[in-house]
């Protein structure tokens, strides 16, 4: 086991830039549309609106959000996205992914970097959550 501290990177770290966004980073269940993708892709490429760079992007309405994957699909795609879903979960999953589009300012704590630089100065506190939902390193979880 690795005794280092994770360091948050940005970079390295940004989930929207990786297949994590799309594949590892949501909540597994029943009737999830992960396998569609590839398919709403093609239906959204005949459409004429992918990646679409217009000032006023195109809307993508996804009715039963449920963890947000086609969401996440069309975003990443230049769509402006409404999303919906019966279950409770699934709008503060969503509201989480869709509404914060840019990383926090943290005007009062001296910007966003300072804040960052912070919390990894922070001394590590093992418990209950490091033990058992955090990963051991950045490579193995």
């Known amino acids: 086991m690795n005794s280092e501290p994770s360091v948050y990177h940005k970079r390295r770290h940004a989930a929207r830039t990786t297949d994590e966004y799309l594949f590892h980073q949501l909540v597994p269940y029943l009737g999830n549309k992960r396998r569609l993708l590839h398919l709403i892709l093609e239906a959204l490429e005949i459409t004429g609106t992918l990646n679409s760079k217009k000032k006023n992007p195109p809307i993508f309405a996804d009715f039963f959000a449920g963890s947000g994957v086609v969401s996440r699909l069309a975003r990443q795609n230049g769509y402006r996205v409404i999303a919906n879903d019966w279950e409770p979960y ?46 051991r390193n950045d490579d193995v979880y």
């Open 90 to 135: 699934s709008h503060a999953l969503n509201h989480a992914i869709l509404a914060c589009v840019d990383a926090p300012a943290f005007k009062e704590l001296g910007g966003y970097q300072k804040a960052i630089d912070y919390l990894n100065r922070l001394p590590e506190v093992k418990g209950w959550v490091t033990h058992n939902l955090c990963p």
